[in-house]
């Protein structure tokens, strides 16, 4: 049995939700006012039933809830039609459509609220969003990333906005870049979030071969790296990649150290050292100890990925002398 305190509670939500966003409308009249947040908070409910319950749902409560659900839209821009100058009634409805897949609805309503607030960051940081995710390719055009930049200048606290710009860069192949926006956001990020920033901050540093140059240390580490024959990796396309890897023990699973070679070229002998640090911050001279390891890509991705093969890793005392030798199993 479908638990009905749930869509119950879904509509009580919705209400107060539209009541806080459509208060600044309640100039259009006070019984319009109304009608648009009952029909809003309908909306939501309906919203609720046919995307978070379909299970419990017949075929004619789905089409009742898609109908509420359009009739709360088009209140909305019945409302517009009487105030078409308000960009958060503009920027709301931006939301609804993007919520029901209609994005080249979406980007319209954003591009009209931009229009009229230019210089609000979160109105910016959604109307990018929107505009890429309207793009065949979900792109970040120019224009949008020109309104994250400005979004950033507006607000250079605005979290998304700097995470969205990195994105737009490592579209535009523009690798290093992107890692100097997403490491001026780290300080802002909670621990958790900021580890996981770290990972991605590598990630472009290695593909786009941008790691900082450095003259060698002693804390260098010379690797070899052998495929063995018969192995799981064979099995992966010969244009599949290898990243051979250094982190702290127990770490973030950022990479201290990362080079990033072909397959094809195994068996292979590389030296790490500060110059492989994807971060300036945190570099193999300053450990004492590091876990090295060895992996195959199909994806071309230093984060793990199903079906890539790691070697096993090894744990090695800073300096080092010899050679550090990695066999993929």
């Known amino acids: 049995m479908v638990n009905l305190w749930l869509p119950a509670f879904a509509a009580f939500a919705a209400a107060v939700m539209a009541l806080m966003v459509l208060w600044p409308l309640r100039g259009s009249g006070r019984k319009g006012f109304i009608a648009l947040t009952i029909a809003l908070g309908v909306a939501g409910c309906a919203l609720y039933v046919l995307v978070g319950t379909p299970e419990a749902t017949t075929p004619r409560t789905e089409t009742a809830a898609s109908n509420d659900l ?18 958060d009634g503009w920027a709301l409805l931006g939301r609804s459509q993007l919520a029901l897949g209609k994005t080249e609805e979406a980007n319209t309503a954003f591009e009209r609220a931009v229009a009229l607030a230019p210089d609000e960051a979160p109105v910016l940081v959604e109307a990018a969003q929107a505009r890429a995710q309207s793009h065949p390719t979900r792109q970040f055009d120019d224009t949008a990333l020109q309104w994250l930049r400005h979004a950033q200048q507006v607000d250079p606290n605005s979290e998304r906005a700097a995470w969205l710009i990195g994105v737009a860069l490592r579209q535009r192949g523009q690798n290093a870049e992107a890692a100097q926006v997403w490491e001026a956001l780290l300080p802002k990020l909670e621990p958790g979030a900021a580890a996981a920033l770290r990972e991605q901050i590598a990630i ?5 071969g941008d790691a900082p140059a450095a003259a060698s240390s002693g804390h260098a580490l010379q690797v070899s790296v052998a495929l063995a024959a018969g192995t799981k990796a064979d099995a992966l396309p010969a244009n599949a990649t290898v990243f051979i890897i250094a982190r702290q023990p127990g770490g973030p699973p950022m990479p201290v150290a990362v080079e990033k070679h072909a397959l094809a070229d195994l068996p292979i002998t590389v030296t790490l050292d500060d110059g492989d640090s994807p971060m300036p911050t945190v570099k193999l001279s300053a450990l004492n100890e590091v876990e090295v390891f060895a992996r195959v ?31 993929l199993p």
């Open 70 to 87: 359009q009739q709360g839209i088009r209140e909305l821009q019945q409302a517009l039609e009487r105030e078409p100058q308000r960009a």
């Open 297 to 327: 890509s199909a994806s071309g991705q230093a984060n793990r990925k199903e079906g890539d093969v790691d070697s096993q890793a090894v744990r090695v005392k800073l300096p080092h002398t010899g050679t550090v030798k990695l066999t």
């Open 204 to 208: 472009a540093r290695s593909v786009g």
